[in-house]
């Protein structure tokens, strides 16, 4: 499963004004509606009631909106893409708006280049995408929600991750504070999404979920939620639970910890590793699409 530490950025959700009606005697025209937050959608809690709408992006416009999202830049975080294999970059190749959708991209680039890095400068030909929310918009508990479309190959070497990271590191570096994977996609297996739950001495057999089948990630939109308690996690992929995780089954953790603390949105571009290394005939780029993410409290 993934295994990047990040710092980054976001937040806030934007009302629409409603226009005046003119003062005069000629027929005045109905006001434009309000735009509606999450897409007009108050889903039931499984605890009963309604959620209310606490983030939104439709990615409407033609640039990525700073006040919401923080692009991963390995010259600014020093983050690499594993070990110094590959760079994160704030470049309109790898990361761009427009028609509605954000559009993230991990290439081979056509010579090698120098990755700047505050740790240490190293040369790769890997540029990759990641966008977060660190420090603009972070949340504990609710319903995250991510629709997007995988990359277009069914060759092993590209991996895809729509995920969580805590805000802050309140019970001590990975994975003692915990991370959770809403949905990763793995080119090796392209007919299947990973929910994963990690955190310190976790068993991975309980912690991930290995049954997820999602027919046509790659040809279409399709949606991938998590609904997060205090006891438990519910994945949900085109609203159908697919995987669990509670708490109360999930020796060592105590109590909610370190999963009651805000966790910001991550999405993900990058080549694959281990059993989905990059083989001859990996495509040397790859494009995740994402049409909006939508977060409920």
């Known amino acids: 499963m993934l295994r990047l530490r990040l710092l980054c950025a976001v937040g806030a959700i934007t009302a629409s004004v409603t226009a005046l009606a003119p003062v005069a005697t000629a027929p005045t ?11 007009g959608e108050r889903l039931a809690k499984p605890g009963g009631g309604r959620y209310t709408c606490s983030f939104e ?54 010579a090698p280049f120098v990755c700047q890095s505050p740790y240490g400068a190293f040369t790769t030909d890997i540029s990759a995408a990641t966008v977060v929310g660190y420090g603009k918009f972070s949340q504990t508990y609710g319903r995250f929600e991510f629709r997007a479309r995988m990359p277009e190959t069914t060759i092993q070497g590209i991996h895809s991750a729509l995920w969580l990271y805590p805000q802050q590191h309140t019970y001590g570096a990975w994975p003692a504070s915990g991370e959770i994977d809403v949905a990763e996609w793995f080119s090796g297996d392209p007919g299947k999404v990973y929910p994963s739950v990690h955190y310190t001495g976790e068993n991975p057999l309980q912690s991930t979920g290995f049954n997820c089948p999602v027919a046509g990630a790659s040809s279409q939109f399709h949606d991938y939620a998590v609904e997060w308690t205090s006891t438990s996690m519910r ?35 990058v080549f694959g590793g281990g059993w ?9 780029s790859a494009t995740m699409s994402v049409d909006w993410v939508r977060v409920w409290r």
């Open 57 to 110: 992006d439709n990615f409407d416009g033609s640039a990525l909106d700073r006040t919401k999202w923080m692009v991963q830049d390995t010259s600014v975080t020093g983050v690499p893409v594993g070990q110094n294999e590959g760079c994160y970059v704030d470049d309109p190749d790898n990361v761009s708006v427009g028609s509605g959708v954000l559009r993230l991209t991990v290439r081979k680039e056509s």
């Open 235 to 269: 994945f949900l992929y085109d609203d159908r639970v697919c995987f669990e995780h509670s708490w109360l089954d999930a020796s060592p953790l105590a109590g909610s910890a370190p999963f009651d603390q805000p966790f910001y949105l991550v999405m993900t571009q």
């Open 276 to 284: 989905n290394s990059v083989v001859a005939d990996t495509p040397t």
């Open 29 to 39: 025209s109905a006001a434009p509606p309000k735009q509606q937050a999450c897409g």
